[in-house]
DNA sequence: GGCAATTAAGTTGTGCACAATCTAATTATA
DNA sequence: TATAATTAGATTGTGCACAACTTAATTGCC
């Protein structure tokens, strides 16, 4: 297999880049959300299904508390979310949308609209690549779990 | 065009979660190098060509001089490469390989070979999805001069 | 030759990303 | 039922990633 120690030969790094340079791509449509790339995630999260605790978001985006704590901070200082500590489990906290956070959801639809325009790709094209990454990520599970 | 907010439908939750996964599978392969996966990529290039100046590496890497310096810096101090500012251009700052910086070279050559086996991928599939990867660039640098 | 515009690096500040550690609540089990 | 093990979340520290800015060298243009 592949061991060419050049740069451009190394999947990680095309990886890498793509991922930059797709973010790049979103941080002047999410600005006027007054979002980051990861803020964005969360929201999406968090409009998909309200009321969902830390450690479930952070299970779906794979980010730990040590990442999701200070950026939750931050997305209640926007007034986009709260936090409420679950009364079942005490240990758990409930994460919520304010009437703000709802109401952004409206402007984010336009999001993934205005991206593919930029990426000007065709719907099988998208959902071939989807495909690919989505493949690459079982691999990768599937060897972390022989390692178990 | 996909147009749904669901997390996982969007292409770049994809991407940016499967190169979280892929940089986390090189940390442990890359630890006894005692190199972070960006020094990595740094080192790569060196590798393939020497007294490279640092504007050349962060195009090759799309790092700007913010994350570079403080990145160099980290290793000179392993006492892996060193700077020397060019003579004709003083502006310029060349970046070469110290002897345990070439030498680390040959540590470096088992990554690609670990990491494939890590991924359990075929040739064919590979090269497949670098040419994806390279295409979603591509497309994002087409819509990057489209703007200029 | 003189001066504005450009360029290369570096610095500062913000926000991830993650390891390691801590606290408090819950569950398991001896 | 004590107490050990586990779990959720927060905190601390390190290292990217990038915008905005600074400094110094070079180039372009009159």
Same mark, same amino acid.
């Given at each position: 297999?592949?061991?060419?120690?050049?740069? +451009?030969?190394? *999947?990680?790094? #095309?990886?890498?880049?793509?991922?930059?340079?797709?973010?790049?791509?979103?941080? !002047?449509?999410?600005? !006027? $959300?007054?979002?980051?790339?990861?803020?964005?995630?969360?929201?999406?999260?968090?409009? /998909? +299904? =309200?009321?969902? %605790?830390?450690?479930?978001?952070? @299970?779906?985006?794979?980010? @730990?508390?040590?990442? &999701?704590?200070?950026?939750?901070?931050?997305?209640? #200082? $926007? =007034?986009?979310?709260?936090?409420?500590?679950?009364? %079942? %489990?005490?240990?758990?906290?409930?994460?919520? &949308?304010?009437?703000?956070?709802?109401? &952004?959801?409206? #402007?984010? /639809?336009?999001?993934?609209?205005?991206?593919?325009?930029? &990426?000007?790709? @065709?719907?099988?094209?998208? *959902?071939?690549?989807? +495909?690919?990454? *989505? %493949?690459?990520?079982?691999?990768?599970?599937?060897?972390?779990?022989?390692? +178990?």
């Amino acid at each position: 297999m592949k061991s060419s120690l050049t740069l +451009e030969h190394q *999947i990680c790094f #095309q990886l890498y880049t793509a991922s930059k340079e797709l973010t790049r791509l979103y941080r !002047p449509i999410l600005a !006027p $959300l007054n979002l980051t790339y990861s803020q964005y995630l969360v929201m999406l999260v968090l409009w /998909e +299904e =309200d009321n969902i %605790d830390l450690k479930q978001l952070g @299970d779906r985006l794979t980010l @730990d508390s040590g990442t &999701l704590s200070p950026l939750v901070k931050r997305l209640m #200082q $926007l =007034d986009y979310v709260e936090k409420v500590r679950a009364t %079942d %489990d005490e240990r758990r906290v409930l994460l919520s &949308l304010t009437p703000s956070g709802s109401a &952004l959801r409206e #402007q984010a /639809e336009e999001v993934p609209l205005k991206v593919s325009g930029m &990426l000007n790709i @065709d719907e099988a094209t998208y *959902i071939a690549y989807m +495909e690919m990454l *989505i %493949d690459i990520k079982a691999r990768l599970r599937a060897f972390g779990e022989r390692e +178990e």
